[in-house]
């Protein structure tokens, strides 16, 4: 049922709902017409997170006296056993005309916050209103692909254009499945690679849930196959005139040591070739290995952190995702000694209360 919040001072006009099916075109209007949105402020993550996952969508809407939408915040509520009942946002977090329609939404995410009982309130990046008790740095790595392919290619580091190359002489090749029909077997790849790194992996049925509410519209599936076993792809993710990076993985061996490289070059060229702005290589944690890897590219750093507002009476050094993160190879170590029939039973059962993590 929508609610709504009010700001303290009485001459704004603007109010603050929670959103049902029936706004999810308005919604997705307005991401369509904000130059700052992110893939992860699309409507369609709604229908993903109530039909996918074990959590419940709060997706808060500003709208202004003429009932012209200003502002969204996608979030959903979790009661995971692993970080305690927590409300968190989708990665962007708010996206807002107006730093008062920004501050209305992240007032009432708070409000709902204390209400639900939630430990924390999690905000991935965009617009605050003010600091948090609790910050952690992330970083989105963007390629302007509005450049010409030979710039492009050009601005590639050395031995980052001499591993393409090799790859070009394996026996590989990237194609893009328009039709999405092997989605599944990219699933599955995606599967195994997050099992190897230590990771719950999330059911198929999210993979499902995504090309259903998102649709084939906002979605490029790229498959990297060595002779004609797959071998691992990327699942990229359409906002405007910008691409996402979202899902990728590359499973290695001695024949396609290079075949990670030829992904990244063959997306990055399409998308320029597509008429793309932007190419986003997703987010990574400062100088992990993931984000050297991006930088590779030559793209420029965005520093996205992530804001932690802790509810009232609870005490940050006991929050679980403190925890979590101080335990991250220890537990990684473990999961992935654990036999596969074992991990693809429980990961999704894990992660269907913790959609991103």
Not at 124 to 132: L, W, Y
Request: proline content about 4%.
């Amino acid at each position: 049922m929508a609610r709504e919040g009010r700001s303290n001072q009485t001459d704004s006009t603007m109010r603050v709902r929670l959103i049902s099916d029936a706004d999810l075109p308005a919604w997705q209007a307005f991401v369509d017409g904000h130059e700052s949105s992110g893939c992860m402020h699309h409507a369609g993550w709604y229908g993903v997170l109530r039909d996918a996952f074990w959590v419940t969508p709060y997706f808060l809407m500003a709208i202004d006296e003429r009932g012209a939408v200003q502002g969204v915040l996608p979030m959903y509520f979790s009661r995971s056993p692993l970080t305690g009942p927590h409300l968190s946002s989708l990665e962007g977090g708010v996206l807002a005309t107006t730093e008062e329609a920004a501050r209305l939404l992240l007032t009432e995410a708070r409000a709902i916050r204390d209400n639900t009982g939630s430990r924390f309130l999690q905000i991935r990046g965009g617009m605050i209103d003010r600091p948090a008790e609790i910050t952690q740095p992330a970083i989105h790595t963007l390629i302007d692909t509005s450049e010409p392919i030979e710039e492009l290619w050009t601005n590639v580091k050395k031995k980052t254009r001499w591993a393409v190359r090799q790859a070009e002489q394996q026996a590989l090749r990237v194609q893009e499945d328009a039709t999405l029909d092997e989605l599944g077997a990219f699933y599955r790849v995606y599967a195994a690679h997050m099992r190897d790194l230590g990771t719950p992996v999330f059911g198929a049925d999210v993979f499902d849930a995504i090309a259903i509410h998102l649709g084939g519209k906002r979605l490029r599936l790229y498959l990297v196959k060595h002779d004609s076993r797959l071998i691992g792809g990327m699942l990229c993710i359409v906002n405007g005139h910008h691409w996402t990076d979202y899902y990728a993985v590359v499973r290695l061996s001695a024949e396609t040591e290079f075949a990670n490289y030829l992904l990244y070059w063959h997306v990055i060229r399409d998308a320029a070739q597509s008429g793309v702005q932007r190419f986003d290589l997703g987010r990574s944690t400062p100088d992990s290995n993931v984000h050297l890897f991006k930088r590779k590219w030559r793209g420029v750093d965005v520093e996205m952190p992530y804001h932690y507002y802790v509810r009232p009476g609870i005490r940050t050094e006991n929050l679980a995702f403190s925890r979590q993160k101080q335990d991250k190879g220890i537990l990684q170590k473990c999961w992935s000694a654990l036999p596969s029939p074992f991990t693809n039973r429980l990961g999704p059962l894990l992660r269907k209360q913790l959609p991103f993590i």
